[in-house]
């Protein structure tokens, strides 16, 4: 049976500015400093892991060659990310802000998925699109 997602693995174009992003705007969540691991060209993997055991972990590597991400290039959409209430979706929002994020989508409710569903959306350093989100009971 699964139990949830273990990780998520994203290249990055400039990891030490990745990493910096992360930090700053989910560290004050509960985001953890990374555990390294090799991978396999050889490349540091940075896993952030989340503040609960076995609730999984983004892991930041650097690219090896130059590309341009596309949203909707087969691949990665986006990545949501669940907190636990709405006053952490504003912080996560403020932080955004402050790392020079671009925002798609400030904090606000999108009854279309879950009558509770308060979420932000914004990009990473490399455009990766960012969803941060609370809801009670909500499944998508």
């Known amino acids: 049976m699964l139990v949830g997602l273990g990780h998520v693995d994203l290249v990055c174009r400039d990891l030490a500015r990745s990493l910096a992003f992360y930090r700053g705007v989910f560290g004050p969540l509960g985001l953890e400093e990374p555990a390294l691991f090799d991978g396999e060209r050889g490349e540091k993997i940075?896993?952030?892991r989340f503040p609960?055991?076995?609730s999984g972990s983004i892991g930041l590597r650097q690219a090896l060659e130059e590309q341009v991400f596309e949203l909707y290039a087969p691949g990665l959409h986006h990545l949501a990310l669940a907190v636990e209430?709405?006053?952490d979706v504003d912080a996560a929002h403020a932080a955004a802000v402050e790392a020079g994020a671009e925002v798609l989508h400030a904090p606000k409710l999108w009854p279309?998925?879950?009558?509770?569903?308060?979420?932000?959306?914004?990009l990473d350093p490399d455009g990766f699109r960012l969803e941060v989100a609370a809801a009670r009971d909500a499944r998508l």
């Not at 009558?115 to 932000?120: C, H, L």
């Open 112 to 122: 279309q998925y879950h009558p509770d569903f308060y979420a932000t959306f914004f």
């Open 46 to 48: 940075h896993y952030l």
């Open 52 to 54: 609960r055991a076995g």
């Open 85 to 87: 209430t709405r006053a």
